[in-house]
């Protein structure tokens, strides 16, 4: 239903368009983004486990009752489990509410503008008369499919209202998540550990202690300054950290292990017979250096970007959880904690792989001196041809083409 394009009158046509038709169109294309959003939180409401207090305390009891040399962790597990699933209750709660109020908001002028439309084209046309405007009937009932599938998902997602005492206790539990958050994020170490964290293949994971591992994400409108500047900075780590990025990192890794043999050059320069071999093999050499190097710089230029973003998303975090605790409106306020718990969970996430890149990429201290020797002495010869004018002629050499047989 949010797929379906707008179906344009031919280019021919003789038929005017009206300007309710415009209006409808132009609302039409909006709902198409409200309703892809609102199925996609319906359907994550609905697929959520079970905060209800029955259904938690079932969890409790049946830790309760392991034998007693487990007990103490199973209770603990299940403690923790509980508050896994409030939390994510009450996260993806405000994800939904946020969609169903922006459909809420545009449902009825929609439906006034499809009846603008679509009244006056069945006026138009006598019963005697079976000629319609095939366009805009299919332009219509796709306006009545997409309001209709997203009534769907607002009565499916509502179907999963839940007691009071649950709703109290999820709110309570949403409350810890946000007070724990907090904690670990002004405490003194954090930033410290997130800067090492980024840079050390071995240090221990951050927000160890908040439960942000399934939290949803919400909008913020653009006057919370330091909620937006944090979802922001997240969303640009996110367009620099993408699969493809990471891919390339891997690959070099991959690549590179091989490209560059010095024993082999060394055992060659050993053999060689003459001055002349022996320079060209040093030639060959300086060439695989100079390229290693170019390519490993324009890696390890893509990794501290990743890293200096990643700070950047750490040290917003704390800023944005002061300026939400601040905001008087519990629903708005609900959605700036939950921006917060989202961003958090994504660097918790995503620590382990801004690591991997580092160490795939690597600071090239093992061979750092000679690429640079090799890049010294490529400069040099390159001083002497600018010298000697030799630029300035056209270059004799020849591009080899593969025989082909």
């Known amino acids: 239903m949010h797929n379906l394009s707008w179906i344009e009158s031919p280019a021919n046509s003789q038929r005017e368009i009206s300007p309710a038709e415009s209006a409808?169109?132009?609302?039409f294309t909006a709902a198409q983004k409200i309703a892809y959003s609102l199925v996609c939180a319906s359907n994550q409401l609905c697929r959520l486990e079970s905060?209800?207090?029955t259904d938690c305390a079932a969890l409790i009891r049946v830790a309760f009752h392991k034998p007693e040399k487990e007990k103490a962790n199973a209770v603990k597990a299940a403690q923790l489990e509980v508050l896994h699933r409030q939390v994510n209750y009450i996260s993806t709660r405000a994800y939904y509410a946020q969609h169903a109020e922006e459909w809420q908001t545009i449902r009825p002028i929609l439906v006034a503008q499809l009846e603008a439309v679509a009244i006056p084209q069945a006026e138009q046309n006598p019963r005697h008369d079976t000629r319609v405007?095939?366009?805009?009937?299919?332009?219509?009932?796709?306006?009545?499919d997409l309001i209709e599938g997203c009534d769907i998902a607002v009565n499916e997602a509502n179907?999963?209202?839940?007691?009071?005492?649950?709703?109290?206790?999820?709110?309570t539990a949403f409350q810890k998540a946000i007070e724990a958050l907090t904690s670990e994020v002004t405490d003194r170490s954090f930033l410290m550990n997130v800067r090492l964290g980024v840079h050390s293949r071995h240090s221990s994971e951050i927000l160890r202690d908040a439960p942000v591992d399934k939290v949803s994400s919400t909008d913020l409108p653009a006057e919370y300054v330091k909620c937006a500047a944090l979802n922001a900075a997240r969303e640009a780590f996110e367009r620099a950290f993408t699969?493809?990025?990471?891919?390339?990192?891997?690959?070099f890794n991959e690549t590179t292990r091989g490209t560059f043999n010095d024993t082999q050059m060394s055992e060659s320069l050993l053999a060689a017979s003459d001055l002349a071999?022996?320079?060209?093999?040093?030639?060959?050499?300086?060439?695989?250096?100079?390229?290693?190097g170019r390519n490993w710089r324009a890696m390890r230029s893509l990794v501290d970007t990743f890293q200096t973003l990643y700070v950047k998303v750490a040290e917003l975090l704390a800023e944005a959880l002061a300026e939400a605790a601040a905001?008087?409106?519990?629903?708005?306020?609900?959605?700036?904690?939950?921006?917060?718990?989202?961003?958090?969970?994504?660097?918790?996430?995503?620590?382990?792989?801004?690591?991997?890149?580092?160490?795939?990429?690597?600071?090239?201290?093992?061979?750092?001196?000679?690429?640079?020797?090799?890049?010294?002495?490529?400069?040099?010869?390159?001083?002497?041809?600018?010298?000697?004018?030799?630029?300035?002629?056209?270059?004799?050499?020849?591009?080899?083409?593969?025989?082909?047989?």
């Open 243 to 251: 699969w493809d990025n990471t891919t390339r990192c891997r690959d």
């Open 327 to 405: 905001i008087e409106d519990v629903n708005m306020r609900c959605r700036a904690q939950n921006l917060c718990l989202f961003a958090a969970r994504r660097l918790k996430e995503n620590l382990r792989f801004v690591r991997d890149c580092d160490r795939y990429v690597g600071d090239s201290s093992h061979n750092y001196g000679d690429i640079s020797a090799a890049l010294g002495r490529s400069h040099k010869t390159l001083v002497e041809r600018l010298k000697s004018k030799e630029l300035q002629r056209p270059s004799n050499r020849y591009r080899e083409e593969p025989y082909m047989g």
């Open 51 to 53: 905060p209800d207090v």
């Open 24 to 27: 409808l169109k132009e609302t």
């Open 277 to 292: 071999a022996m320079q060209r093999i040093e030639e060959r050499r300086d060439e695989k250096l100079r390229e290693y």
């Open 159 to 171: 179907r999963r209202h839940y007691s009071r005492p649950t709703q109290k206790h999820a709110e």
């Open 133 to 144: 405007d095939t366009d805009l009937c299919l332009n219509c009932q796709a306006v009545v």
